[in-house]
């Protein structure tokens, strides 16, 4: 049996860009990430639901690993 990865990647997310002028999907997906003001960093854990939402406001964030 093959070993798993013990060790789950964490991501880095910056809110670079305003969220003014883009749709409220799009806000409230920010919000929910968790960040709250611009230039705030969050650390999450790399998952496919995690994913989803980063591609989904990719445009208005920095995201390092």
Known sequence: MPKKENSAKTLRITWVKSAIGFSKDQKAT???????????????QDTPALRGML??????????E
């Open 30 to 44: 920010v919000k929910a990430l968790g960040l709250r003001r611009l230039r705030q960093t969050v650390e999450h």
């Open 55 to 64: 591609n989904k406001v990719i445009h208005l964030l920095k995201i390092e």
